[in-house]
């Protein structure tokens, strides 16, 4: 028995000496979005002194601070912050088709997810949210939740894990849950149709970010070629590609606005990312949409 | 074969092949290259996709070029393009491969194997039978005979047998034995040696008759030159240097080499435009000439372009017994003008009195009649003749009358006169020389006579002593072994006052006859065998003799010619050498002119084929290889050539490292220094405090412990910084490299060896100081020299004085009036002044004051012994005693100068 939790201890602590690289760049990304956002700053429920006001028609009598009214002639109304904490489920896409890049000058797509997930999550942690991984477990907040994403994440890069499909497995969520994905989502349309559809049938609210690689979109090969895929798709030979990019666009553009126009019609929110751009403007637009899913 | 000039196909049919190549022009094109391969998230995406463009997929013009010109290279190499093909052979029938081996086949041996190695290539790819016919007699003496017909590998081994044979080629007998060969559809390949003879011309018919011949020659600029042995003229060497044809200015260098390869004489002669021959003069010192074993020419590899040289060109010393005065008046009449005349181009003479002559090594010592010599002189020429040396006498009128012993035969009183006023009969000529004398051989001139003559007295031995005769036998020319040496008598004078022998040519060759005898080539003997010894190869390269060389009887030697019996090289025994060289054999060398009838000709120079198909398939294959890469670049798979680039670097730093290691290979250097070297660094390396060992322990004791204050205190307060003190052994070690000894006298000692006198005497004369301490307080004053001297033994001591005022001794360092030791008082002697040896510097310092005891110190330099009377002043003066003796010792009367000082201020100062 010992054994074994030495065994656990150990391969946390090798997981966990990945992390702080993958930790460090998140939450540098993180520190640069978070000074361009300023919180939540408006009435709502929650712990933290937020204004007086002066009593309206309509206020309960509970909300009236009678401290505050015996200094003054008035009656005065405390409001707090707006403090509701939501639960947020982050998953991202580990299976082989993420472990592609073009270049060498680009990251591969899962590890640019990652980062952009881990730096989501550092920023959701910021702000007070309960957040966790899309594989069963319940969301937690502070330090703690993300430094245990962060190792789920790491050690769980091999295959054949739950997270390691190229949709987000389904499972119950607790009602206007929210989720953030990110991945290609290059399945075809129909599938990734039917699996958020489900999600979407839970009310959960859900922000989607689709990661490509910059050959994804352009196709820049030339001559006769092979194609592979890495997911065991099969191969195909294209004679010229030269010849067929075009129709390639149209395909590639086609399945991106399917997914939009997916997103649009079940109330998500979509964001495309190309790896050859910058994390940190991915995510700010993805916390801000997500921001603004949350305020809902 | 196809033949374009001086390209040709082997197998021209694949030549066809190049038709297929717009096949494979348009196979390239339509067959489109192996895809790239490349994974693809979004494979999805492409399945189904329409492909336009069915086309076959492009591949770039140059691409496609360079396919093509690897597969006709491929093509054109296997139809195996040669360059300059071996021409000639033209029938299909086996090959007739007459190889010309004799000696002038050597110098350009290598082009020939290089010709007939394209050949026998030839015959195998033509798969013809192969007829090899060497003209050289074998080795073993045989014939040549051809061989049986063999297929070209056998071909092969037997022409890779060939050598060039140091003798001359019988294309005679070569001819006679192809008479009996019968050959179906044959043709002849000639590979001549390029020299003319009537026998070459019908070799050259007998092989027109068998099939078409192809002759193959030297061009005529490289066929060899011929090296003649070198006659003298005056002190040098003269030696003819022979060429085929007579066109064109030629610079050939003679090199002369003596037994130990080493080039004493390398001599440039030049053969003018339109001569045959040049003459090159060899200047060297009689000494060095007589080094020299071998003559050979540069560039030249054959053995005629050698010569090797025995005593025969050898200067020997032949000293003249004369008075120094000479009756210059009447030269013609001087016995010493005719033998200096005729012996003076072939030896170095010497002439003088007999016992200056005989003061340096000499070959043969000439008494002619005029000379007179002592008694004792007598004795010692007698005693050099048994000793090995050789002594020719020659009659006229002294020896006719005096009675003298020293003469091979007893001889008659007075002389014989043949013709003459008085007499009938006619001054009488020579008769032959038998075979057993050493003058056989030479030819006996008409017109010799000899008309007086002393006669040798009848007896059983004459005729064994007799050398030469004349006409009616009574003797000319006897010689006597006596011991060692040759005692020989000429009966007639060496003037033409008795016979006109003296002027004739014969007189010059007997005389050369005898001084080669003095040699030790006994010409006396002809029964004797000279066996090889060393023998030159066909490249004229000196090799041990081969086993069917055999020996020549020396009657016989001037008249061998060398053949495989008898290589030329070097014959004899250890003490008789001679040489027999090939030139003198190969009469007047002319061009190879008689071409057989229909034969083609063509040189070797241009003649050696280069096979392509080699380079060709490799350029196929680097073209090849390059197409891979360029293939695998198109696609992507080539890993990028950072790493190749940090291998090589690896390797290259790796080599770099390893190279200082190379370098410093231990150098070990042993140091193996004598133990006489040891003891002269030792004391050479440093100043050095010596003293005499007396063999008294414990006076030497004292004496080390002196000089090592005596040091300490030098270190302190002078300069001198002298190093451990030596004691030093007066009979073994070497005194001169002490600037001072000091020599304690203890009670009854015994006086030095003569040897170690001498050595002291030697020690002092050349500069060094002998410091003597009687030791003795009691003998205060009291010595006189002569006690001194005989305790000494043989050590020569000067006259000796009391130190006087202003003696250098007094002021070398110090200001010292007294020169106290461990005792005061004791007067000091120095040489006395009026000695003038070693500039003034007196050799020995005497003195009874036991310095050593007063400077010997312990090892912590306390004073090991009180000094007397005492006090710390007496042993300051003491120390100040032996500075000033060190310092005396060292610095000789430098102070002394100083004594003129205030003369020369004062003189300046006017």
């Known amino acids: ?296 | 074969m196809l033949s374009l000039g001086a390209f040709a196909f082997a197998s021209p049919w694949i030549l066809w092949g190049l038709l297929s190549l717009p096949v494979i022009w348009w196979l390239l094109r339509i067959t489109p290259p192996a895809p790239k391969l490349v994974r693809f998230p979004a494979i999805r995406l492409l399945f189904r996709l329409p492909q336009k463009e069915d086309t076959p997929v492009h591949t770039p013009l140059w691409l496609l070029l360079l396919r093509l010109l690897t597969a006709a290279l491929v093509i054109v190499a296997l139809a195996h393009p040669l360059h300059n093909p071996t021409a000639g052979a033209t029938r299909s029938g086996p090959i007739l491969l007459v190889i010309d081996n004799g000696w002038a086949a050597a110098q350009n041996w290598q082009s020939r194997i290089g010709y007939l190695s394209d050949l026998l290539d030839r015959a195998e790819r033509e798969r013809r039978g192969v007829v090899v016919l060497a003209t050289a007699p074998t080795v073993s003496g045989e014939a040549p005979a051809p061989t049986k017909l063999l297929r070209a590998a056998q071909a092969r081994q037997i022409v890779r047998a060939i050598r060039p044979a140091p003798w001359k080629s019988e294309p005679k007998a070569a001819a006679a034995a192809i008479g009996t060969l019968t050959l179906k559809d044959a043709s002849v390949v000639w590979l001549n040696e390029g020299l003319e003879s009537a026998d070459a011309k019908a070799l050259g018919a007998a092989l027109a008759k068998i099939g078409p011949v192809t002759l193959v020659t030297d061009q005529a600029g490289a066929l060899p030159l011929v090296l003649r042995p070198p006659k003298p003229q005056g002190g040098n060497l003269v030696a003819r240097i022979e060429r085929v044809g007579s066109s064109g200015a030629r610079l050939v260098r003679i090199r002369a080499l003596d037994d130990k390869g080493a080039v004493l004489a390398n001599v440039p002669a030049q053969i003018p435009d339109g001569k045959r021959f040049a003459d090159a003069v060899i200047e060297l010192p009689a000494e060095l000439r007589n080094r020299v074993v071998r003559l050979d020419l540069a560039g030249q590899r054959t053995a005629a372009g050698v010569v090797l040289v025995d005593e025969r060109w050898r200067r020997r010393p032949v000293g003249i017994v004369a008075q120094r005065t000479i009756a210059s008046g009447q030269p013609l009449l001087s016995e010493l003008y005719y033998l200096e005349r005729a012996l003076g181009p072939y030896t170095e003479l010497r002439r003088g009195p007999t016992r200056e002559l005989l003061d340096r090594p000499i070959a043969v010592m000439i008494l002619p009649d005029g000379a007179t010599i002592s008694a004792d002189d007598r004795l010692r020429l007698e005693k050099w003749v048994r000793a090995g040396g050789l002594l020719l006498r020659f009659a006229g009128a002294n020896l006719a009358e005096g009675d003298d012993a020293l003469v091979p035969v007893k001889l008659r009183r007075g002389d014989r006169s043949v013709g003459g006023a008085m007499t009938w009969a006619k001054p009488l000529g020579l008769a032959d020389f038998a075979a057993g004398s050493p003058f056989s051989g030479l030819t006996v001139p008409t017109d010799v006579r000899v008309s007086r003559q002393v006669l040798a007295e009848p007896s059983a031995d004459l005729a064994a002593k007799t050398w030469a005769r004349l006409a009616d036998g009574t003797p000319l020319v006897t010689a006597e072994r006596r011991g060692k040496g040759w005692l020989a008598l000429i009966h007639t004078s060496a003037n033409p006052e008795w016979s006109n022998l003296a002027l004739s040519g014969l007189f010059v060759e007997m005389l050369r006859r005898m001084v080669a005898l003095s040699q030790g080539i006994a010409g006396a003997d002809a029964r004797i065998n000279l066996p090889p010894r060393r023998t030159l190869d066909g490249f004229g390269r000196p090799v041990r003799p081969p086993a069917t060389a055999i020996a020549i009887a020396a009657a016989a030697f001037a008249k061998t010619v060398p053949g495989p019996r008898h290589p030329p090289g070097l014959y004899g025994t250890e003490t008789i050498r001679r040489s027999l060289n090939l030139s003198p054999s190969i009469a007047r060398l002319r061009a190879f002119a008689s071409v057989p009838q229909g034969a083609t000709q063509s040189f070797y120079k241009d003649a050696r084929q280069t096979d392509f198909k080699p380079w060709l398939l490799a350029a196929a294959l680097l073209l090849l290889i390059l197409d891979t890469i360029i293939g695998l670049l198109m696609r992507g798979l080539l890993p990028l050539p950072g790493r190749a680039a940090a291998a090589v670097g690896v390797v290259a730093l790796a080599a770099a490292a390893a190279l200082p290691l190379l370098v410093a290979a231990p150098n070990a250097i042993a140091q193996d220094g004598s133990l006489d070297d040891q003891f002269a660094i030792k004391a050479t390396s440093k100043t050095r405090l010596a003293y005499i060992r007396t063999g008294n322990a414990e006076t030497d004791q004292v004496s080390l412990a002196a000089m090592r204050g005596l040091g300490a205190i030098l270190r302190r307060r002078t300069s001198v910084e002298p190093g451990d003190p030596m004691a030093i052994d007066a009979e073994n070690d070497e005194l001169a490299l002490f600037p001072m000894l000091y020599w304690p006298i203890v009670p009854g000692q015994t006086p030095p060896s003569e040897q170690a006198a001498a050595r002291l005497n030697r020690f002092m004369r050349s500069g060094g100081i002998l410091l003597i301490d009687l030791r003795d307080p009691a003998g205060q004053g009291s010595f006189d020299t002569i006690a001194l001297r005989r305790a000494l033994g043989g050590v020569r001591i000067p006259a000796l004085a009391p130190v006087p005022r202003g003696h250098v001794l007094t002021k070398s360092f110090y200001l010292l009036q007294q020169f106290p030791g461990r005792w005061a008082g004791g007067t000091v002697w120095v040489q006395s002044g009026n000695q003038k040896v070693n500039d003034g510097v007196s050799q020995v310092v005497v003195g009874s004051n036991d310095w050593a005891g007063a400077w010997a110190v312990d090892a912590s330099l306390r004073p090991m012994f009180p000094v007397v009377p005492g006090g710390s002043l007496q042993r300051e003066h003491a120390f100040r005693t032996g500075i000033n003796i060190v310092m005396f010792a060292l610095t000789g009367n430098y102070k002394a100068d100083q004594v003129h000082l205030p003369t020369i201020m004062r003189r300046l100062g006017q």
């Open chain 1, 1 to 296: 028995m010992a054994a074994k939790a030495l065994h656990v201890r150990h391969r946390a602590e090798q997981a966990a000496a990945r992390l702080p690289p993958l930790m460090v760049h998140a939450e540098r990304i993180a520190a640069t979005v978070a000074q361009g956002v300023h919180g939540r700053r408006r009435v709502g429920q929650g712990e933290t002194f937020w204004q007086f006001r002066r009593y309206e028609p309509g206020d309960t009598l509970q909300s009236i601070d009678w401290r505050q009214s015996a200094k003054t002639e008035h009656l005065f109304v405390r409001e707090t912050e707006w403090e509701a904490a939501q639960s947020v489920w982050l998953w991202r896409d580990a299976s082989g088709s993420m472990r592609y890049s073009s270049d060498r000058k680009h990251p591969e797509k899962a590890e640019r997810s990652d980062i952009l997930l881990l730096a989501m999550a550092s920023l959701l942690v910021r702000g007070g949210e309960r957040i966790t991984l899309l594989d069963g477990s319940r969301p937690a907040s502070g330090r703690a939740a993300l430094e245990n994403l962060a190792l789920k994440l790491t050690a769980d890069a091999g295959a054949n894990s739950p997270l390691a499909d190229s949709l987000p497995p389904f499972m119950a969520l607790p009602r206007h849950g929210q989720l953030v994905l990110f991945g290609d989502f290059l399945s075809p349309l129909e599938d990734i149709e039917a699996r958020f559809r489900r999600f979407a049938a839970q009310g959960v609210k859900a922000y989607v970010m689709q990661v490509l690689d910059p050959a994804e979109e352009t196709l820049p090969f030339r001559g006769r070629t092979r194609f592979e895929g890495l997911e065991d798709e099969g191969r195909v030979l294209v004679k010229r590609v030269e010849t067929v990019r075009e129709d390639y666009h149209g395909r590639i553009n086609d399945h991106i606005e399917g997914l939009r126009g997916l997103c649009r019609r079940i109330g998500w929110s979509y964001g495309l990312h190309r790896t050859d751009h910058s994390p940190e403007s991915a995510l700010l637009t993805a916390y801000m949409a997500l921001s603004a899913l949350l305020a809902r």
